[in-house]
C-alpha cells in the first residue's frame, strides 16, 4: 500500500468485480479481486452516466484487466478491458458464483495478495458454468482453500489431541479452532465426523455423496465462526429459488 498523500499507478492486471454499489450520481464503488494485489476498493467514476463504454464491461463474473491510481484504502479506476470470453451462469450456478463473491469481500482482508486462491476462483467460476452438475464440489474444495489462505485452515489428518494420524476407519469429535479428537464410535454428543470423510476431504480425492455433506456440515460451521455469526446475504438467494 502506498505511503499516505503518494498515489501507485497500477497498470493493467487481471481481475474480477466481486461488488459494486452506487456512489454519488453516476459513479460506483468497486470491490475487485486481483493476483497480485489481492482485494481492492476502486472508485469507477461515471460508470453509469449514459455515455459510459464501462457500464457493460464492469460485470461480476468476467474476467478482465484494470488499472487504477491507488491512494490510501481506495483507488481510482483508470482502465477497464476483457481478458477472455465470459463466463455463462444460470440457476444454481448463478447463485453459487455470487455466494463465492460474498466469502471473499467478507473474509479477505485489502491488499493482501493470494495468487493461488486467485486461480482457484477463476478455476471455479469455469467449473459452475461447465459442470453444473458438480456445485457441492467446487464449493466445498474453494471454502477449504479460502480458510486455508486466509489462517482459518482446517486441520482434517490428524488428531489434535495425541498427533495420530486420522483413521478412516474411526470417528472424530471436530473442534473448529483445533481439529479432530477421535471419539467412541456410538457417541451420541460432539461434533461428530468419519475419519473417512476427513481425510477425502484433506487428500481432495474419493469425495463421494456421503463426504460432500459431511464437508458442508464442516464448512457451514467453520464459516459461521469466521464470519461472525453474520448471515450470508448469498444465501438467501438459494432460499428463494
Known amino acids: ?38 482485494r481492492v476498493g476502486l472508485v469507477a467514476r461515471g460508470v453509469h452516466s449514459p ?6 464491461e ?26 477472455g470470453p465470459g463466463i455463462n451462469l444460470a440457476g444454481a450456478a448463478l447463485y453459487s458464483a455470487f455466494y463465492l463473491n460474498e466469502l471473499l469481500v467478507r473474509l479477505l482482508v485489502r491488499h493482501d495478495p493470494h495468487p493461488p486462491l486467485y486461480e482457484r476462483y477463476r478455476q471455479a467460476l469455469q467449473a459452475l458454468s461447465d459442470q453444473p452438475a458438480g456445485i457441492e464440489l467446487t464449493l466445498r474444495l474453494f471454502e477449504k482453500q479460502l480458510l486455508q489462505e486466509t489462517g482459518y485452515g482446517l486441520l482434517l489428518d490428524v488428531d489434535c489431541e495425541t498427533g495420530e494420524p486420522v483413521r478412516a476407519d474411526r470417528f472424530y469429535d471436530y473442534h473448529l479452532e483445533a481439529g479432530p479428537v477421535v471419539s467412541a464410535t456410538d457417541a451420541e454428543q460432539g461434533f461428530l465426523f ?23 456440515r464442516l464448512m457451514r460451521a467453520a464459516l459461521s465462526l469466521y ?14 429459488a
Open 51 to 56: 455515455k459510459s463504454r464501462r457500464r457493460g
Open 227 to 240: 464470519l461472525g455469526g453474520k448471515p450470508l446475504k448469498s444465501r438467501e438467494l438459494f432460499v428463494r
Open 1 to 38: 500500500m502506498p505511503a499516505a498523500g503518494s498515489v501507485s499507478r497500477i497498470e493493467l492486471t487481471p481481475g474480477f468485480v466481486l461488488h459494486q454499489r452506487p456512489y454519488r450520481e453516476t459513479s460506483a464503488l468497486l470491490e475487485v479481486f486481483t493476483p497480485t494485489h489481492g
Open 58 to 83: 464492469l460485470q461480476a463474473f468476467r474476467a478482465l484487466r484494470l488499472s487504477w491510481n491507488e491512494r490510501g484504502e481506495l483507488g481510482t479506476l483508470t482502465g477497464v478491458e476483457s481478458d
Open 194 to 216: 468419519p475419519g473417512s470423510s476427513l481425510l477425502a476431504l484433506a487428500q481432495e480425492r474419493d469425495i463421494d455423496a456421503a463426504v460432500l455433506r459431511d464437508a458442508k
